[in-house]
């Protein structure tokens, strides 16, 4: 474990640890309503030892979700969300502000040339469409998918 990764919980990415069920760009996260129903989305991750990490808004519906109910799904997809093998279990945990760092310099590494090009656009399409783009209340989702197969 590097040092900066275990003062936050969390163990250094090495590419050779990441099942291949997990490669890609994107994970698809599918929490549940109160009520069951699955809502899944699509998202960048970085894998750092055993947990997948994503950042998302901290007053998002995922979020919303993840906190009256931890039990997820996770597969990888492609940017539309259509899944590229089988979902597996899993728990999510909201980290805290302390993760961001770690999290966002993994990113870096991983998405250098998507923050370059595909980004700007996301976020001229959320402005566009009246949705706040600003980093400002952000969270990291700590996910540790279950081989196991129980939910």
Not at 64 to 76: D, Q
Not at 109 to 127: E, F, T
Request: hydrophobic share 35%; charged share 25%.
């Amino acid at each position: 474990m590097h040092d900066s990764a275990e003062r936050n919980g969390t163990a250094g990415i090495d590419a050779g640890e990441a099942p291949a069920r997990f490669r890609g760009k994107y994970l698809r996260i599918t929490s549940y309503r109160r009520d069951g129903t699955p809502v899944a989305t699509p998202v960048w991750f970085v894998q750092d030892g055993a947990q997948l990490l994503a950042e998302t808004g901290a007053s998002s519906y995922k979020v919303r979700r993840i906190r009256a109910n931890p039990a997820v799904s996770v597969v990888a997809c492609s940017a539309s969300g259509r899944p590229h093998g089988t979902e597996v279990p899993a728990r999510a945990k909201i980290l805290g502000p302390e993760a961001l760092e770690p999290e966002r310099a993994l990113m870096k590494q991983k998405y250098a040339l998507d923050r370059i090009v595909i980004l700007p656009v996301y976020r001229l399409i959320q402005r566009v469409r009246g949705k706040p783009t600003d980093r400002g209340d952000a969270v990291v989702l700590s996910i540790t998918p279950d081989d196991t197969g129980g939910r």
